[in-house]
């Protein structure tokens, strides 16, 4: 047996230094997760609420997206696409368009979440392999998403549940929302033209994004099960899409299983307890009904500040009994996934998958001033046109 021959204060804090690491990590879990515990003991509820805020279906439909998008990623389907781009894109800025502009227009049939699923690993790829601003980029994915969802009615949960309200047609929800879908994608390409270098695009030293050993059975039944959980997703079914995925992966790719990020999902499940019971404390809904939510400004300013507290989805719940206007909602709810992290669950996901130090400060350094930009643009073209 060899002995340890680091020093005995630094063999002691080993531990205390792992513990530091996790808890930076996970910050939000303890954040969330308290948030709850003190709700909990101000405003205690029956287990049935509880229940009702964990989301459930949700965090089985993110389970089973996590897993399938692990997969791709352990077979190196992902690092040779990576490679794939990083050989054809000229300059920085080219491929930061192809991928932000992919997010986008992804996240209208996909949903926000899932496109990131897919778009952020690809980008984490390549920057293990070329110079690009990886952290700079994941940012205005996340953006991306945000601004390219809000013209589909099922393209983030707030705007399905708003449109399901509003008695309109598929193609006429968008229709109201291509104004302010229109002002978003806009000021995001001239953000990513603003923020990402137009120089020529270098790659590592030997030429190419590293590649791993390719694992074509992996990769294909990953893409497969992919496939499957979107529609299972999309027909209402997230518990049978958790179970074909976890069957599938514990009987052959165990591995996969422990790589998944376990941390997010936790995270994910103390933000929506936490922020489920905020949004029906007594406390919270008294000052509700102190506010004249019809006047257009005042729903439009609190759709965008509440969700910056609650993120958009809460705020919408709270807010469309107080204003029954749903298309006017969904904007503000829309507007609000802008700004601090905490605005949509979207942004949690992508610094989580990007899992960088720094990432929360880098985020709100570029969105805040986007939100700031795209808040006053976007009210004043909607007034314009409406």
């Known amino acids: 047996m060899g002995l340890d021959t680091r020093p005995r204060a630094q063999v002691r804090a080993g531990p205390a230094a ?79 368009l192809q991928l932000v502009l992919a997010a986008a227009l992804s996240s209208m049939l996909l949903t926000n979440d899932v496109s990131l699923f897919l778009v952020v690993p690809l ?37 399905l549940l708003l449109w399901r309200h509003s008695g309109l047609s598929m193609p006429m929800f968008a229709w109201h929302m291509l104004p302010a879908a229109a002002v978003m994608l806009a000021l995001l390409v001239l953000t990513v033209c603003m923020l990402v270098p137009g120089r020529a695009l270098r790659v590592g030293g030997d030429g190419a994004v590293a590649m791993p050993p390719l694992r074509g059975r992996l990769g294909a039944v990953s893409a497969l099960l992919l496939g499957c959980v979107l529609v299972l997703l999309q027909t209402g079914r997230a518990g049978l899409a958790a179970l074909l995925v976890l069957g599938v992966f514990a009987l052959a790719w165990r591995e996969v299983l422990r790589r998944v990020d376990w941390g997010l999902l936790g995270t994910l499940a103390a933000m929506f307890v936490g922020l489920g019971h905020l949004a029906q404390w007594p406390p919270l ?83 805040v001033p986007f939100l700031l930009v795209c808040a006053p643009l976007v009210w004043l073209v909607q007034r314009a046109l409406g």
């Open 285 to 367: 809904q008294a000052w509700l009904l102190r506010v004249d939510w019809h006047q257009p400004q005042v729903a439009y300013l609190g759709g965008v500040l509440l969700s910056q507290l609650l993120s958009n989805v809460p705020a919408s719940v709270l807010l469309w009994p107080q204003t029954g206007h749903a298309t006017a909602l969904a904007v503000a709810v829309d507007v609000g996934g802008f700004g601090l992290a905490l605005g949509s669950l979207a942004n949690l996901i992508a610094l989580r998958l990007h899992g960088g130090h720094g990432s929360l400060r880098e985020f709100h350094r570029i969105s």
């Open 18 to 96: 792992r513990l530091r690491s996790w808890l930076r990590r996970e910050r939000l879990l303890l954040l969330f997760g308290g948030l709850a515990l003190v709700l909990g003991v101000l405003d205690p509820a029956p287990g049935t609420r509880w229940l009702e805020w964990l989301q459930a279906p949700t965090l089985l439909g993110l389970f089973a997206l996590l897993v399938s998008i692990e997969g791709i990623r352990a077979s190196g389907a992902v690092q040779r696409a990576a490679g794939v781009l990083a050989r054809r894109a000229r300059t920085q800025r080219a491929l930061a």
């Open 123 to 159: 980008t984490v790829a390549l920057g293990r392999g070329t110079e690009l601003p990886v952290l700079r980029l994941v940012i205005l994915e996340a953006l991306a998403v945000n601004a390219g969802s809000t013209l589909s009615p099922v393209g983030n949960p707030q705007n």
